[in-house]
């Protein structure tokens, strides 16, 4: 008992073999159930994907056309897939400079004690609560090309002498439609983190800033900023993950069109593992998708890691 | 070792939470009928097709599932791939029926067919398209075709006469209404299908029965000069740009809308077309007596028939577990007065011979009699192919519209995919 | 200059700035919340009203729609079967996770990055890449009731509230552990009457993420529900659509109103939910 007061040395502490013992079967208790959930859910069906991925399937009856990696090889191959990775990564680019600076804009203007604070809190938050399906409902209706029935262009007209714009209709738009939807869902989840974040850093940080005569943006820039990393890679990482696995919202607005101009992994996945019935196909997709999730997890925790040796990515 | 671990986690779980499957006695039959009458009136005239059959015969439980097309697709996908099939199951027939069938999927019912002379309640082609291989594994509910269904009122006031009967005067007609100021053709580009049947009727009139026959069977194939000229033909109709602006994000509903307020002159689309203009229109009633139809107008110089129709409709396939009760019971649901009573609730233009008098609707007996006397009936194209090279189809004329792909890549593109599917 | 007259002079400028804060804020705030009003709208229009003019006011408004799905007795069922689903996932997805957060956190063990990487596992890999192998599994498993929706969904909510929870674990101070252990603690002991006692906050943080999910969940319910009875919400606005069309205002209503329950469930929960996270962030 007596290295617990060896001057709360807690590596020295943690490390001692009876704890060690006795958090090795405290720990394999509490994570039965957790492994358990993940054998069964999640790394079976990975590893059934990954062994139909090998085949030419359409799912019914026993898959027996064994094609090796031909799949793999027609889909990196594909230019629509191709079309479809430089979309994820549209996305994911889009993402990084556009809507975290807004969401980390506004967690820094919410943060004060300014009259309404809580009200414009809970309104930017909002359309998190909404489904994926429903957010894209709504949007195609706000983005109809036809000014009489769709509000945006109905604004749009407004001004004298333009064109109504076609939106979802037009190759060159779709992908801007979609990002503004995926941004109005998803700004108010990554305000929230920053509103953790920020909560943490202690005022007089700041404050002695202001003494030494810094500015609004100094201040923001030097001091909360820095500060406010960790929580700026949790966003990232949850960020580009999402970004990558995008479905829902584009498949109710374009269905990854017009002709592929919003097609993304998953969508792509989708058109040929269930409409165009070629399962292992779209296995083969969903092992590549995982694959570029993977890359991108393990180079990113190398990255902060090695950035920042103390600050995990997740802590 | 993961695969032990695995194994024994699973019966672990099974034991926490298995819900015991014997709820229903032993000696009790369950029937398990998915369809796709969501609606609310359709779905109580099959509720009471069910309740009345377990009246009649108490120790047979119909069990019904009811899903909205698109979910319905994705969940009876699942459940094929899965090898686990309902009994009674909504079909389109063609390619998916033929998948299903191969891989042993649906019960063979060609005996129970030839007994009680069953068969003869229907026609042979469209029985056809809910078989096999010379089997019959389902029953059509539903036949109807595809036409151009027109604002009478607009049309006037283009000056256009009399409807198109060849494509020249169709594209003419077209112009003029440009002229007049009105959208003359709604199209839905973002949903695909109703663009597709733009070209596989260009198709069909231009090379007849005879070049997708050929194609289909490998004699020829999809990249035939047929093919190519059908895109052609459609480039020239789109290049005139006749449809709404931002087709190419629209959905069917909207195309439906654009038409039944009056804001588009005409739409090609099947028999069920008045009911969705109707239901988008703001007087809920459409374009009640301005509506107007006409067939698809012939190519000059194709080899096929004006009288030639493309169209499809829905009937039951039956699943390769199910009991001797299924079959009791959809010959029960598919009755000539059974069919009437769909028919009168407008949920189908019927197949049962006899059942035609549940029809009112003049144009829904207009399309009747054009099916039942076309000399060449064909399921949409992207029913009747395997649904790879359907959704081929599909991708590659939403193309075409864009402006993306030329007439001969789009023939290219679907002979690709033919001649890995067919071949 | 002293330091209260720099901050007073800061404060002056803040001031300024504030007037700009508002404008900012204001045009955030109508584009977040015109697509929600449009919503509501559209609930209170005909099928009619919608297709043609979808943005105006709904005046006179209509309320039929929304009265006759009330008026179901469907929808009351639906509502149910959510809420048991909700639930049971919300307390199943927050329990297992705290227990693995907790070994993550806060103990040491062999194996535990490579247990920790399995778990990530989970955020790289979307359900519906999987939906067949997990469907013909849960048929094996004899699960194709609420139980197959539930039992996927925790699993799927695991990895991410597991890193999240992990995080606030670990900015409980050190020394609160080593006191408990002084004071006769087991690992056990001071998981449930000290660690989750004080991780409250960032216990319902997580819970409401799950609710959220959990509430919108469709892909799940669509292959594995086969009798209308254990239908969830989501499921509801399928009757709407018929092969051809889909009655849209119809659909509106029913989504503004199954929207209530999330929203009330996250204004109860958004003071827990924001003193939650804060909470987690002490570390630094």
């Known amino acids: ?315 | 070792m993961t695969r032990k671990l695995s194994v024994i986690l699973s019966l672990v779980l099974v034991c926490v939470f298995a819900v015991s499957s014997a709820a229903y006695a032993a000696d009790k039959v369950t029937v398990r009928w998915w369809h796709i009458f969501t609606e609310e009136s359709q779905k109580a005239v099959c509720q009471k097709f069910a309740d009345d059959y377990m009246a009649a015969n108490p120790d047979v439980t119909i069990e019904m599932t009811v899903m909205e097309n698109e979910a319905f697709k994705t969940k009876l996908t699942t459940v094929m791939q899965g090898g686990n099939p309902p009994d009674i199951i909504h079909s389109w027939g063609g390619g998916v029926l033929n998948d299903y069938a191969k891989a042993g999927l649906l019960r063979d019912i060609t005996a129970d067919l030839d007994k009680d002379g069953w068969r003869d309640l229907y026609g042979a082609g469209a029985l056809e398209t809910y078989g096999a291989g010379g089997k019959n594994y389902g029953i059509p509910n539903d036949m109807g075709m595809i036409g151009f269904w027109y604002n009478t009122e607009l049309f006037e006031k283009a000056g256009i006469k009399a409807v198109p009967t060849t494509w020249s005067e169709f594209l003419a007609d077209v112009q003029l209404l440009k002229d007049s100021g009105t959208i003359p053709i709604a199209v839905a580009g973002q949903d695909k299908w109703p663009a597709m049947y733009y070209w596989t009727y260009l198709a069909s009139r231009i090379g007849g029965k005879a070049a997708f026959d050929a194609a289909y069977d490998r004699t020829g194939s999809f990249a035939d000069p047929t093919f190519v000229e059908a895109g052609y033909k459609l480039k020239e109709l789109i290049d005139m740009e006749p449809f709404q602006d931002g087709f190419l994000g629209s959905i069917y509903n909207d195309e439906g809308g654009l038409v039944g307020n009056g804001k588009a002159a005409m739409e090609l689309m099947g028999q069920w077309a008045p009911t969705v203009q109707a239901d988008n229109s703001v007087d809920k009633k459409g374009l009640g007596d301005k509506l107007g139809w006409f067939p698809f107008p012939a190519v000059e110089g194709g080899a096929g028939s004006v009288a030639d129709a493309m169209g499809g409709g829905g009937g039951f396939i039956v699943g390769k577990d199910a009991p001797d009760e299924a079959i009791d019971f959809l010959k029960f649901i598919n009755t000539a007065e059974a069919q009437a009573t769909m028919a009168k609730a407008g949920m189908v233009i019927p197949c049962a011979k006899g059942a035609e008098v549940g029809l009112t609707d003049p144009f829904k007996l207009q399309i009747k009699a054009a099916v039942d006397n076309a000399p060449y009936f064909q399921l949409y194209y992207d029913q009747f192919l395997p649904s790879a090279t359907a959704q081929v189809i599909n991708d590659s004329i939403q193309g075409l519209f864009a402006g993306t792909m030329t007439p001969e890549e789009v023939a290219q593109a679907i002979e690709d995919s033919a001649a890995e599917e067919l071949g | 200059m002293t330091e209260k007259n720099t901050i007073q002079s800061w404060k002056k400028q803040n001031r300024r700035s504030l007037i700009f804060k508002y404008i900012v804020l204001i045009i955030i705030f109508l584009i977040v919340v015109i697509p929600i009003i449009m919503l509501i709208f559209g609930a209170l229009k005909t099928r009619g009203e919608l297709a043609t003019k979808p943005y105006t006011p709904p005046i006179p408004p209509h309320f039929e729609n929304i009265q006759k799905i009330l008026n179901q007795p469907d929808f009351w069922n639906m509502l149910k079967n959510s809420l048991f689903v909700m639930l049971a996932a919300t307390a199943g997805t927050v329990l297992v996770a705290a227990m693995a957060a907790f070994s993550f956190s806060r103990l040491n063990f062999r194996g535990k990055n490579l247990s920790f990487n399995v778990v990530t596992l989970g955020l790289l890999f979307p359900m519906s890449i999987a939906i067949l192998p997990e469907y013909i599994l849960l048929r094996q498993l004899n699960l194709l009731n609420l139980w197959g929706i539930i039992l996927p969904e925790i699993a799927f909510a695991l990895a991410g509230d597991i890193l999240i929870l992990r995080g606030f674990f670990m900015a409980i101070p050190v020394e609160l552990q080593d006191a408990s252990y002084i004071d006769g603690c087991t690992n056990l002991g001071f998981f449930w009457k000290i660690l989750l006692p004080l991780a409250r906050p960032s216990l319902s943080a997580v819970a409401v993420l799950a609710m959220i999910n959990s509430w919108n969940e469709l892909f799940l319910p669509i292959v594995v529900l086969n009798e209308e009875r254990l239908y969830t919400l989501p499921l509801g606005t399928m009757q709407f659509s018929t092969e051809h069309g889909t009655d849209w205002a119809m659909v509106l209503a029913f989504v503004a109103l199954s929207m209530i329950p999330t929203i009330i469930f996250y204004l109860f929960a958004e003071k827990q939910l924001i003193s939650g996270l804060t909470a987690g962030a002490v570390k630094g």
């Open chain 1, 1 to 315: 008992m007596n290295d617990l007061f060896i001057a709360g040395n807690q590596h020295k502490y943690i490390l001692s073999p009876q704890k060690r013992n006795r958090d090795t079967l405290t720990a394999l208790f509490f994570l039965i159930p957790t492994l358990i959930f993940f054998f069964i859910f999640i790394i079976y069906p990975i590893i059934q994907s990954l062994y139909y991925s090998f085949f030419n399937w359409k799912g019914f009856g026993p898959a027996i056309n064994f094609v090796g990696l031909r799949n793999y090889e027609k889909i990196l191959t594909d230019s629509v897939f191709a079309k479809a990775v430089g979309n994820g990564l549209l996305i994911v680019v889009l993402s990084l400079i556009v809507q975290l600076p807004i969401s980390i804009a506004l967690a820094i203007m919410v943060r004060n004690d300014m009259p309404g604070r809580s009200f414009f809190r809970t309104i930017f938050f909002m359309p998190f609560v909404f489904s994926e399906s429903i957010a894209g409902i709504i949007w195609v209706s706000m983005f109809k090309p036809d000014p009489s029935i769709g509000f945006l262009n109905a604004i749009w007209t407004l001004i004298p002498g333009v064109k109504p714009l076609e939106f979802l209709g037009d190759t060159s738009q779709v992908m801007m439609c979609v990002f503004i939807a995926l941004t109005w869902k998803y700004l108010g989840f990554h305000m929230l983190l920053y509103m953790a974040g920020l909560a943490n850093i202690p005022r007089e940080i700041e404050e002695a800033a202001i003494i030494d005569g810094a500015s609004n943006w100094q201040i923001i820039r030097n001091v909360t900023l820095p500060l406010l990393s960790t929580t700026i890679r949790t966003s990232v990482y949850l960020s580009v993950l999402g970004s990558l696995q995008q479905f829902g919202l584009i498949w109710i607005m374009s269905k990854g069109g017009p002709v592929n101009a919003s097609e993304t992994m998953a969508i792509y996945m989708y058109r040929f593992g269930f409409m165009r019935l070629a399962l292992g196909y779209g296995c083969a997709v969903g092992v590549i998708l995982l694959l570029i999730c993977l890359i991108f997890s393990v180079s990113y925790q190398r990255l902060v890691k090695q950035q920042d040796y103390l600050g995990g990515l997740y802590s």
